[in-house]
């Protein structure tokens, strides 16, 4: 595409108009990049302005897991005999959570490993979402796999939390190919059974796991059609004992292009770095200015070390935006 193409592009946007498959195809095989991610900042300034939103996860339910996730270390195909978390600590949980909200993060999400909860364990989890609140007003979200629809309604109705997150992944034709164990329609009907009971949703996938850049724009449009204004982009993190041990890591250019498409595709959603992000390190920069606008800092799940937050919020707020 040439300079004045995807500016068209980025003006019909900014008048409500949603890019077709065709366009975004057409726009990651533009030359013009520096136009193409200049672009999809404006498009971030114009629809989200420069609130940025710092978000930590915190594992509630540890052990290896009984899907096959191919990315995935604690999957019960990995070879190796890997201890992401300890128990968890409620008390110290609840330690960490009030410094945290102190320097700024907005959010935190208790998550789980396993692909459903029973209903003592979520009750657990209701009781640890409801002690944090009586020491924080820190935003409350839940990954805890693809509860019921009554599951659901209990979590909302019993505790704060405002936000469910459940990962897509990756495209609907590719998600095959890097899991089995359990459908990506299942994810599907999560999230709309989250927004039904009054859950903002929150999913997203990872890049870098053999996909085409065609199934990373299908993953931002139907993150689109069901509603998401909040995308988690993971970077694969090739853990040795997995399938994906030997996925060669992305070039920058092409993790920018993603970045940059899934702003132009969700043009009002907050484009987060999530796990992986260690990776990536030094294009972070470039990408505050390719339209994403939150990250994950300190604790983050599987994948990736705790981050220096004060580093972080430096980077952050020399980029332009405000915490």
């Known amino acids: 595409m040439t300079f004045n193409e995807i500016k068209e592009i980025k003006d019909k946007i900014m008048s409500g108009y949603q890019i077709t498959r065709d366009e975004a195809i057409r726009l990651s095989e533009s030359g013009n990049i520096e136009t193409l991610y200049y672009s999809a900042n404006q ?13 930590s996860m915190f594992n509630v339910a540890s052990g290896s897991c009984g899907e096959d996730c191919h990315w995935c270390p604690l999957s019960q195909i990995s070879t190796i005999n890997y201890a ?20 700024g993060v907005s959010r935190i999400e208790l998550s789980a490993t396993s692909r459903a ?16 609140s009586q020491k924080s ?18 979590l909302k109705a019993s505790t704060n939390v405002t936000r469910y997150h459940c990962n897509i992944e990756t495209s609907e034709r590719y998600y095959p190919q ?6 990506i329609h299942e ?3 999560t999230l709309l059974d989250a927004q039904k009971v ?26 689109r059609e069901l509603g998401v204004r909040s995308i988690s982009m993971n970077i694969l993190f090739a853990f040795n004992g997995t399938p994906f041990e030997k996925h060669p890591m992305l070039g920058s250019q092409e993790i920018l292009t993603t970045f940059a498409l899934f702003r132009f595709i969700n ?9 992986g992000r260690s990776l990536i390190k030094i294009i972070e920069k470039e990408a505050l200015q390719a339209g994403i606008n939150a990250s994950a800092v300190g604790e983050i799940l599987v994948a990736a070390k705790s981050t220096d937050i004060d580093s972080d919020i430096k980077v952050f707020k020399s980029e332009g935006f405000m915490l």
Do not use: H, W
């Open 187 to 189: 994810k599907y009907r």
């Open 43 to 55: 498009l971030r300034a114009k629809f989200c302005g420069f609130k940025f939103e710092m978000c």
């Open 84 to 103: 992401a978390y300890g128990s968890f600590d409620l008390d110290k949980t609840i330690e960490r959570v009030v410094q945290l909200r102190e320097k």
């Open 117 to 132: 909860l029973d209903d003592d364990e979520l009750d657990r989890i209701i009781d640890a979402f409801n002690a944090i």
């Open 198 to 223: 009054g859950f903002e949703p929150c999913s997203g996938g990872i890049i870098g796991m053999g996909e085409t850049m065609e199934d990373r724009i299908d993953m931002a449009l139907k993150l």
């Open 267 to 275: 043009p009002r959603a907050r484009i987060r770095f999530a796990r």
């Open 137 to 154: 007003d820190i935003g409350l979200c839940a990954s805890l796999g693809t509860l019921t629809l009554d599951q659901l309604k209990r």
């Open 178 to 183: 890097v899991c089995t164990t359990n459908g």
